[in-house]
């Protein structure tokens, strides 16, 4: 399935989407982002997320098929005896037949789901049968199952209980249907083509379901080697390795031979590392490749509250345009310039990510935290159900002993003993332990990074003056204790250097022109300041080596434009996420060879940009040179517009993935011509229509869908891929004019061939 393209850009998404499309010859239709932030969330879970939990399930599923089979269902409680010295009674011939067939159909649906997911199988193929195996193998077990009220039932009821196979019966039973049911929601939005058929995912994700089953192998062989060494069940067996790998270690079960203690050592170590792939795996799908589809969408909700709130209280005249002559009928007046409305515009859009990334840091925190509580409240509710009987114990002892195994202290002092108890631990281990691995990396996004940056606003108020001043750094403080209710609106002028001041000059008035008010601003650009700190380092250490300083060119240097009026405001370190270039060239180069050369060097410079960690984040100062090396000029407001509150989609959004992964190789050379055909054509219409070509470019607006900030990459790589682009465009007309068509075309034709040569065989 498509996993929604998190973290990579798909260039035929965005051409689908934005309707600006790429040409053969490079060139760039203009501005144009990966649009991921314009899908429902609801179409990611269905493409990526519910095929990786299926794959990590579905082997759970089947490893407690393995557990339901091997032993027998009942027990039999002996006269002054206990649960745990109960004998097994013999399970009926019919049981045995059916929980093999079931298991065996359930493996089958595993491996086509495995095969499907690494393109060894077709969609159409393994999805139904994956499907109707995990239900047929759900319908056997709770048949099963269902026969403890009837054949199975042996009286009197008090001697006989259920052993930990038919709880494992049960919670597989579970399991199947789930994993099934999920797969018919992503097996139904593929065919309705909201998304691919095929699943295109990285490499962690694929190796995830590997990694799953061969954790759990690993699991239950090494549970029957202990249980023939140390003469155990092999279920307890398997209980006892349960709290061992997850480093619970109650000690109601231990080795106690020699053989069994020396092989503890191998054993429990390989286990340990084998476990922290599998949650780190898990960790890695939830928090990076989940969290950029979640960013995308949250950043997108952000900027529509912020454009309706804007014209709700008639402030949207920064959004609005300015003309060129500046007269007072254009919508924003004389205030201010274009070139300085689109810095306003920008400085709305670094607002806008702030508060993104600070909501959706506490989200994840509160959902992480959520399923924590649920699990370790229902979990405790469960155990205490299931040890009453035997061992009295009440809420309490259930919700004491639910959190010293959730946090793996495992003091040993409370221990289930019921067969119901140690199936249920086993399989509430294997979710709620991962949950709280993720609770902990959230916990370190939030609430360890607000102490940290409390701290470092205390020692800005007290030993440590930072560079906003005493009596600004006070009221930033108050402002965040108040949630914004005190010093909401009040600029403090710190003129006196030092202690009580800051040698810098004041920030303009722009960075709340949504007028909200919101108090909260302050601390949150101080926040993303904290954030950037090493990003900033990294950027000196380059401009000292000389990749930020001013690009040579042996063109004479022109007189200072508006551009270097509007943006020479000094720059703090941590203000926005990078240092600001010392000097960048007003005026493009007026030779082409000069303009190649500068192309060139500012692909290499962005280059090095994309090592930094955190990403780099650019100026408004930069992002407008940027912007006019690919022909993007931000002081022409014929090329902005009014951002829509909610973009209108096109019609082909649609993933169309699912009609191309069945076509047939006779089609795909088809459909190679007629792109070479178009390419052709394309070069043709260029020559007549660059003008009008340009004129037709989707205007755009640094608050609006088309805005660079809203893609889901990294500032640099979008940079990086836009100046590529340029300079393809630009040498592919130089090779156009000095050998004419036939030699471009040659070229064309030579780059075509080595793309087809690189892509995957179809299946």
Not at 664 to 669: D, F, I, K, R, Y
Request: proline share 5%; aromatic share 8%; with cysteine.
């Amino acid at each position: 399935m498509d996993d929604a393209d998190l973290g990579n850009n798909i260039s035929d998404q965005a051409k689908d989407v934005d309707g600006s499309a790429i040409d053969e010859s490079g060139h760039n239709g203009g501005i144009m982002t990966d649009q991921i932030h314009l899908d429902p969330s609801r179409w990611w879970f269905a493409s990526a997320a519910f095929p990786l939990i299926a794959g990590t399930l579905g082997p759970v599923a089947s490893a407690f098929s393995i557990c339901a089979l091997v032993k027998n269902w009942r027990q039999h409680i002996l006269p002054n005896s206990d649960v745990t010295k109960a004998v097994f009674i013999e399970d009926p011939p019919w049981l045995l037949a059916v929980n093999g067939v079931q298991l065996v159909i359930a493996l089958v649906a595993n491996a086509f789901l495995l095969l499907n997911m690494t393109k060894r199988v077709r969609f159409s193929i393994a999805q139904p049968i994956t499907i109707v195996g995990w239900y047929i193998s759900a319908i056997c077990l709770i048949a099963l199952c269902a026969t403890a009220d009837g054949p199975l039932l042996l009286q009197p009821e008090i001697e006989y209980v259920w052993s930990q196979a038919f709880y494992y019966g049960l919670y597989a039973a579970i399991l199947y249907f789930i994993v099934a049911s999920l797969m018919v929601v992503t097996a139904w939005g593929a065919l309705a083509g909201h998304y691919g058929k095929d699943f295109e995912l990285t490499m962690s994700q694929r190796t995830l379901m590997l990694q799953t089953i061969l954790f759990l192998a690993y699991l239950l062989l090494g549970a029957l080697v202990f249980s023939e060494i140390e003469g155990w069940n092999f279920l307890d067996a398997v209980y006892w390795a349960d709290v061992t790998l997850f480093t619970v270690g109650f000690g109601d079960f231990s080795p106690q031979t020699r053989l069994g203690r020396g092989l503890l050592v191998p054993y429990a170590l390989i286990g340990v590392i084998s476990l922290g792939l599998v949650i780190g795996s898990i960790r890695s799908m939830i928090l990076d490749r989940g969290k950029n589809r979640l960013d995308a969408r949250m950043l997108e909700k952000q900027r529509r509250a912020l454009i309706r709130r804007m014209r709700r209280k008639g402030k949207g005249d920064v959004l609005e345009p300015v003309g060129d002559d500046g007269s007072d009928d254009s919508p924003s007046g004389s205030r201010w310039s274009e070139f300085e409305r689109r810095q306003k515009e920008f400085q709305l859009m670094r607002k806008i990510q702030r508060r993104a990334s600070i909501r959706e840091r506490w989200t994840a925190m509160a959902v992480s935290f959520s399923t924590w509580i649920v699990l370790w409240l229902v979990g405790a509710k469960i155990f205490q159900e299931c040890e009453n009987p035997y061992q009295g114990w009440s809420y309490f002892d259930g919700f004491y002993f639910a959190f010293t195994a959730l946090t793996t202290i495992g003091y040993g002092d409370l221990t289930p003993v019921s067969n119901s108890a140690k199936a249920f631990f086993v399989f509430w281990s294997l979710l709620a332990l991962p949950t709280m691995t993720v609770l902990i990396s959230n916990a370190g996004d939030t609430i360890v990074k607000g102490v940290k940056d409390g701290t470092l606003l205390l020692g800005n108020i007290t030993i440590l003056p930072g560079e906003h001043g005493f009596r600004k750094s006070t009221k930033q403080v108050l402002a965040k204790l108040s949630c914004g209710v005190l010093f909401e609106d009040e600029e403090i002028d710190e003129n006196v250097p030092g202690f009580l001041g800051a040698a810098r000059e004041r920030r303009d008035d722009t960075d709340d022109e949504d007028g909200d008010g919101d108090g909260d601003e302050d601390s949150e650009s101080r926040t993303s300041d904290i954030d950037n700190l090493e990003s900033n380092r990294k950027a000196r250490k380059d401009a000292e080596r000389g990749e930020a300083g001013p690009i040579p060119s042996t063109a004479e240097k022109p007189a200072p434009t508006r551009q270097d009026t509007t943006t020479s405001t000094p720059k703090s370190p941590g203000h926005p996420a990078s240092i600001a270039r010392e000097s960048l060239p007003t005026e493009l180069p007026k030779s082409r060879a000069e303009y190649h050369l500068i192309l060139m060097d500012e692909i290499a410079r962005v280059t090095q940009h994309l090592r930094h960690s955190p990403p780099r984040m650019y100026t408004f100062k930069e992002w407008a040179w940027y912007l006019r090396l690919i022909g993007e000029d931000e002081s022409n407001h014929r090329n902005h517009r009014i951002p829509e509150k909610r973009p209108p989609r096109s019609s082909n959004s649609r993933h169309v993935k699912s009609e191309d992964a069945d076509r047939t190789t006779s089609e795909q050379h088809d459909n190679d011509d007629e792109e070479q055909q178009q390419h052709n054509e394309a070069e043709d219409a260029e020559e007549t229509g660059e003008k009008e070509r340009q004129e037709e470019k989707p205007k755009w607006s640094w608050v609006g869908h088309r805005s660079p900030l809203m893609d889901t990459r990294e500032e640099a790589e979008w940079i990086l891929d836009k100046l590529e682009q340029k300079l393809r465009a630009e040498l592919q007309a130089v090779v156009r004019e000095s050998a004419g068509r036939d030699a471009l075309r040659e070229v064309g034709e030579e780059e075509m061939r080595n793309e087809q040569r690189k892509a995957p065989g179809s299946y």
